[in-house]
C-alpha cells in the first residue's frame, strides 16, 4: 500500500482497512512490517542548511513550498511514531490534520490556551469532565479569560443574552457530556458562533468527542471545527496509555502545534507506537463495547433497584435531545449512567459487590469499569453545580467492556441484589 493510496482502483479504502499501514512503507525501516518505535530525542541533519531550512518550516519564518512536509528535528515538535499515527488518525473524523498529545486533558488545555486571551469570552457546555470542569472553572480566570455557560435545555438565544457585549474566543462542548450522557447540538454551536463572528474575529468551535469516540459521532461534519479526544479511552483501548489528540483543519492545527511546542505537550514515540496497534482493533473493540452496553441499559432500565438510566440508546421519542441524537450520534455507543435508588450508601454497596467489573476511573477499555463520580471523578466540583447537573451521590458510570454480555449482567445484577 502506497503511503498515502486510499484507493484499489475505484474503491476507497475503509479506515478500518487503512489503520493497518497507512503513512507507513515497510522499506523505511528494514522491511519491519509494523513500524519501529523511534525512541530518539533528536534527529540528524544533512547539512547545515538544511537543519536551517527545517527550522523555518516550524517555527513560521518560511512558507513550506508545494509538497514540502516539515523536517524531523526534535521529539517535542515531531516524531516518525508521531507522525504516521497523526495521519491515521484523521481518517476515521475526516480531518486534513490531526495532532496527538500527552493527554485529554493536555490536548484540551493547550487547544484553549491557542485561543484564549486576556479579556476573551469562552463559552462551554456543562455538565463537563471533573478535571475540564477545573481547569475552566478555577485557571483561565487567571490568565483573565472569563466563562459562560450553556446548560442543558438552553436555547442560542438564551447564550446570547448572557454574552451581550462580549467578545467569545470559543466555543467548548462535551457531547455526550462526562458523567450524565447529555447531549448538545454541534449544529447550534455552530451557529452559535457564526452570529458573533465578525470580519475581524473567527470563533473556533471545539467538541471534546471522548464518550462516543472517532466510530459514534463525527463533530467536523456537524459544524465543529476542532474535535478533541482523550485517546486514552477508546483510542487506546487497554488501559495501558495516556494520550490526547486534537483534530481540524491544517490551518487551525498549526496554532495548536504551536503552541504544543512551546509547552511540550507532545506525545511520546512509545505511545504513538501503542495507539497505532490500539486503531487496528478500534472498530471491533468499539462495535463490541456498543452491542453489550444495548443489552446491559436494557437490563439495568427494567430493574426495582435503578431509579433510571442515562444512555443514548434509551432516548426516548418525546424526549427533547432525541432529534439531536437522531441527526448527530451514529451509534448509542458504551457508556451508561445508571442512579441507584437511595444515595451513596446504596451506590456504594452495588459497587463493592460487583465482582468482574472494575472499580477504577477511566472509560472506553476492553474491561468493563465502574466508579462514583459525585466523590472521585468530579469531586472538585463545586456541590451546587453537581446536584444542579444530577451527579448526585446514587449516580455510578458504567464503561462497558468486550467481556461476555451476560457475564456482565450476571455482575449486575448480583451486585444489585445486595442493595
Avoid at 526534535?74 to 486534513?96: H, K, M
Avoid at 466510530?215 to 485517546?231: E, F, T
Amino acid at each position: 500500500m502506497n503511503e498515502y493510496n486510499r484507493h484499489i482502483g475505484d474503491r476507497e479504502l475503509s479506515p478500518e482497512s487503512l489503520m493497518m499501514g497507512y503513512g507507513y512503507q515497510p522499506e523505511w525501516s528494514e522491511g519491519s512490517l509494523k513500524s519501529p518505535i523511534f525512541q530518539t530525542s533528536t534527529f540528524t541533519f544533512a547539512s547545515a542548511a538544511e537543519g536551517k531550512r527545517y527550522f523555518e518550516i516550524a517555527y513560521g519564518l518560511g512558507e513550506p513550498a508545494e509538497g514540502e512536509t516539515p523536517g524531523l528535528i526534535y521529539s517535542r515538535l515531531n516524531n516518525p511514531d508521531l507522525e504516521i499515527l497523526e495521519r491515521r488518525l484523521t481518517l476515521w473524523d475526516g480531518a486534513e490534520t490531526g495532532l496527538v498529545f500527552a493527554s485529554g486533558m493536555a490536548a484540551i488545555t493547550t487547544t484553549m490556551l491557542t485561543f484564549l486571551r486576556p479579556g476573551s469570552v469562552l463559552v462551554h457546555s456543562s455538565p463537563l469532565y471533573g478535571g475540564t470542569d477545573h481547569f475552566i472553572n478555577h485557571i483561565v480566570g487567571r490568565f483573565g479569560v472569563e466563562c459562560v455557560t450553556w446548560e442543558p435545555g438552553m436555547s442560542i438565544e438564551d447564550l446570547d443574552a448572557a454574552v451581550e457585549g462580549m467578545e467569545i474566543a470559543m466555543v467548548f462542548l462535551e457531547t455526550p457530556s462526562n458523567p450524565t450522557n447529555a447531549l448538545f447540538s454541534i449544529e447550534e454551536a455552530r451557529r452559535f458562533a457564526d452570529r458573533h463572528t465578525t470580519a475581524d474575529t473567527f470563533i473556533p468551535v471545539a467538541v471534546d468527542n471522548t464518550f462516543l469516540g472517532p466510530l459514534w459521532q463525527h463533530p467536523l461534519k456537524h459544524g465543529a471545527d476542532i474535535v478533541i479526544y482523550s485517546a486514552t479511552k477508546y483510542i487506546g483501548g487497554h488501559s495501558d496509555l495516556i494520550a490526547g489528540a486534537a483534530l481540524g483543519s491544517t490551518e487551525l492545527m498549526a496554532q495548536i502545534a504551536e503552541m504544543r511546542t512551546i509547552l511540550g505537550t507532545i506525545a511520546s514515540p512509545h505511545t504513538g507506537w501503542l495507539m497505532m496497534r490500539s486503531l487496528e482493533t478500534l472498530s471491533l473493540r468499539m462495535h463490541r463495547q456498543s452491542e453489550n452496553a444495548q443489552k446491559i441499559a436494557a437490563f439495568l432500565d427494567a430493574h426495582p433497584k435503578v431509579e433510571r438510566v442515562g444512555y443514548l440508546g434509551l432516548i426516548d421519542i418525546d424526549d427533547s435531545e432525541y432529534e439531536i441524537y437522531q441527526n448527530q450520534c451514529e451509534g448509542p455507543g458504551a457508556m451508561i449512567s445508571i442512579w441507584i435508588r437511595g444515595g451513596e450508601e446504596e451506590a456504594f454497596r452495588f459497587i463493592d459487590a460487583l465482582q468482574m467489573v472494575h472499580l477504577a476511573v477511566s472509560l472506553g477499555s476492553t474491561e468493563s469499569l465502574i466508579q462514583h463520580p459525585s466523590s472521585m471523578t468530579h469531586a472538585g466540583v463545586d456541590p451546587e453545580h453537581k446536584m444542579r447537573h444530577d451527579i448526585t451521590d446514587s449516580l455510578v458510570r458504567l464503561s462497558v467492556g468486550v467481556e461476555d454480555p451476560g457475564d456482565i449482567i450476571a455482575d449486575l445484577s448480583s451486585a444489585l441484589d445486595k442493595v
